[in-house]
């Protein structure tokens, strides 16, 4: 007989749904993790006969599938949920959230924001967000903190902050930022202007030149209200796309964020330049954007991720929720009861958003040799009996609050609905403090 090889964890569970091969669910199978990395993935007899570990977990009741990424959020910004609601975009960032950001977004701010987000999103099973904000190194201090994994924005806005005041202050904080940290684990970075209405073309050209230096996403909101496009159309005469275009914006590293209004030829151009989109549904219906038409754009095979856009405009930094959403709008608006089925869903939850940040080879999916970035969701409940197929209960039944344990890394960051590296009554604390501020 060989001798058992050691592991730093085994988990076991009753379903391992991998993401790729796609629509593959593995019953009763264990990952076995070693230097935070995926060394096998084996039915569970096999994985007690071969490895042995101080650390083995049976989650008997479980479906284990890759950590979720949420693909656009402005995670200090939940410390403005709430804040201002039931207003169109323009109305609620000039007249409510830009006000707040000038008086009160500082490091302290973004601080204890970002880590309440993280803590909200663990227990929601996200394992890595693509964040745009103020402050991105508080950001990044954050992450590190928590042990999520991030892709830190290095945003660029045409108006001074207590960040930074030009955009060339903006750049130049970015990017020795991204300097700093280039080779941390946890830590990716994209470049963030914020919108074609908010970032000159002389910025916007520089940010070209950089993405293509760097070889950099870039992650942008576009499209998202007509009102954006009918601007565009008064300012510059084409429509923000087509203006990104003749700035040579769009390519494969290029992540749009909502593309809620487009024509059939903007789609087409979008899947030509393998450009990536980040569909934030709550958002976008809250602030009654309108709805992104994600069926197509996933028929043209363009990838789509998912977002969840900030606490302050969603109220929720809920992944599930927007999964579901995503596939039951897609529905609705096509006429087709297939048009996202629940895999799709579960794939532009997770590795979607790698592909789109360009770590896809780390994490997105289960796959030996990649991260064990790993959410567990309890499906010994009530919402959840019976269950014929994990991924439709995953997608249209389940909720964060079913998410029991997650890994980011092969660490263990919730353990049992427990935060491992946060202390959420002082994260409440701190908010509540925060709200009062706000409000004086
Ligand atoms: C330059 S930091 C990011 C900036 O974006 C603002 N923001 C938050 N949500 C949205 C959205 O849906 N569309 C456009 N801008 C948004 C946020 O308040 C910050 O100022
Ligand atoms: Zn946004």
Avoid at 215 to 233: F, G, K, Y
Avoid at 398 to 416: F, I, N, P, Q, T
Wanted: glycine share 6%.
């Amino acid at each position: 007989m060989l001798d058992s090889l050691t592991a730093d964890t085994i988990i076991e569970a009753r379903w391992i749904i991998p993401v790729e091969p796609e629509k593959t669910i593995l019953s009763d199978h264990a990952i076995v993790i070693n230097h935070g990395v995926i060394q096998a993935i084996l039915p569970i007899s096999q994985a007690r006969s071969q490895f042995i570990s101080h650390n083995h977990i049976a989650l008997n009741h479980h479906a284990i599938i890759p950590g979720l990424i949420n693909l656009h959020t402005h995670a200090a910004m939940t410390l403005m949920r709430g804040l201002a609601d039931d207003l169109p975009l323009m109305e609620w960032l000039k007249y409510h959230i830009w006000p707040v950001e000038t008086r009160y977004v500082s490091a302290d701010f973004v601080l204890d924001g970002t880590l309440l987000a993280c803590a909200e999103m663990l227990k929601g099973g996200v394992t890595c967000f693509n964040d745009m904000y103020f402050f991105p190194e508080v950001t990044a201090k954050a992450v590190i903190e928590c042990g999520m994994r991030a892709a830190i924005g290095l945003i660029v806005i045409d108006f001074p902050s207590a960040y930074a005041n030009d955009t060339d202050d903006y750049l130049f904080k970015g990017l020795s930022l991204r300097d700093c940290y280039s080779q941390h684990p946890q830590l990716s970075f994209c470049l963030a202007p914020h919108a074609p209405y908010s970032v000159s073309d002389k910025a916007l050209t520089k940010i070209v030149t950089y993405a293509e230096q760097l070889d950099s996403p870039v992650h942008i909101h576009l499209h998202e209200t007509h009102d954006e496009i009918c601007s565009s159309l008064d300012t510059y005469g084409v429509r923000p796309i087509e203006r990104l275009r003749q700035l040579g914006m769009l390519g494969p590293n290029l992540i749009a964020v909502h593309m809620v209004h487009l024509t059939k030829e903007e789609g087409n151009l979008l899947k030509e330049q393998n450009c990536s989109i980040a569909h934030c549904p709550s958002s976008n219906l809250k602030l009654a954007s309108g709805i992104a038409r994600i069926a197509e754009l996933v028929a043209l095979g363009i990838n789509v991720g998912i977002g969840t856009d900030s606490a302050a405009s969603n109220n929720r930094l809920d992944m599930f929720e927007e999964m579901r959403l995503a596939a039951l709008l897609a529905k609705a608006q096509s006429g087709q009861a297939d048009a996202l089925s629940a895999h799709q869903a579960l794939r532009l939850a997770t590795l979607n958003g790698a592909i789109a940040l360009g770590i896809d080879k780390i994490t997105g999916s289960l796959a030996i040799g990649k991260a064990a970035d790993i959410t567990a969701v309890d499906f010994s409940t009530l919402a959840l009996s019976p269950c014929f197929n994990p991924v439709s209960h995953l997608v249209y039944a389940a909720s964060r609050e079913h998410v029991s344990h997650v890994w980011v890394r092969g660490k263990l960051l919730l353990d049992d609905r427990e935060l491992v590296t946060l202390n959420e009554r002082e994260l409440i604390n701190r908010a509540t403090q925060w709200q009062r501020r706000l409000n004086s």
